[in-house]
């Protein structure tokens, strides 16, 4: 199993920018692929970012592209989500997830271990 906290939530001003980080402990980190999921009060929770074991593969909602960045330091166990040009509509808890699949999954179905969230509120 693996056990994972996300951290760096908070409120930022529309534009800001934020770098959410997940800390893994368990079983190899580098055998997890990584995903951050996010979910809006009222609204089902949806893939935002997804990794691979190595980091070389990357998978973006449309809805970041361009403003977020997922990465990985697999020797620190953490995954990280870098998010500027940040909208209000980005307002939501952000969920890391992990998975023992090599693909990149997209359905919270994909994935078996999740964090506990952490709130981002962006203002307008």
């Known amino acids: 199993q693996v056990q994972l906290v996300e951290s760096g939530g908070g409120l930022v001003q529309a534009g800001g920018s934020l770098r959410l980080s997940c800390a893994a402990s368990g079983r190899t980190f580098s055998s997890y692929t990584m995903g951050w999921f996010r979910q809006a009060p009222g609204k089902e929770r949806d893939i935002v970012a997804a990794i691979s074991r190595s980091g070389r593969s990357t998978y973006y909602a449309d809805s970041v592209k361009g403003r977020f960045t997922i990465s990985r330091d697999n020797a620190k166990n953490t995954v990280y989500l870098q998010m500027n040009s940040l909208k209000p509509e980005d307002t939501a808890v952000y969920f890391c997830?992990?998975?023992?699949?090599?693909?990149?999954?997209?359905?919270?179905?994909?994935?078996?271990?999740w964090g506990q969230g952490t709130q981002v509120t962006v203002s307008s």
């Open positions: 997830a992990a998975t023992l699949s090599t693909v990149l999954g997209l359905s919270e179905n994909e994935y078996n271990y």
